[in-house]
């Protein structure tokens, strides 16, 4: 059974996805070789390191590794707001790489709100509105996003 994952855009020859935090415990392994068969070839996790520990995910980085994808660690703290100048470099960064071909999946622990304003940063630098990032995000997740006020706001601003 392959992972539940949220299909936000196709941008240029790759594809920008969102999703909640990857199941783990028994079923963790099967996870990360679901995701290599989605093609996802980089993971962008947005949990802050005790949370990464509390949901079972502290392997994360090895388990993509063994699956030959990309992981990287960008912390946000729960229902709070990146570092803006870092958050717009890895936004570009990660825009450029879906440019030129890559699957990237980016998650949170729920997937809705840090994972919301990291997918609108790259849908704004890409040339949206943060109004129509947000929408599209929305759509694709089934659900609201992001998880605050202040996060629209932010997204807003960027």
Known sequence: MLPTTY????IESG????????ASGEWIEDEFIGFAR?????????L???????????????LCIKNSIEFVSFPIPDRGLPNTQ??????????QEIRSGKHIAIHCRA????TGIIAGAILVKSGLNAE??????????????PDTEEQEAWLGFI
């Open 7 to 10: 299909k936000v855009k196709d």
């Open 15 to 22: 594809t920008l996805t969102v999703m909640a935090k990857p």
């Open 86 to 95: 870092q958050a717009i470099e890895l936004a570009e960064h990660l825009l």
């Open 111 to 114: 997937g809705i709100g840090r």
């Open 38 to 46: 989605l093609g996802i070839n980089k993971i962008v996790c947005l």
């Open 48 to 62: 802050e390191t005790f949370e990464q520990q509390e949901v079972g995910l502290a392997c994360e980085e090895q």
């Open 132 to 145: 129509e990032s947000l929408a599209l995000i929305s759509s694709a997740r089934g659900v609201q996003v």
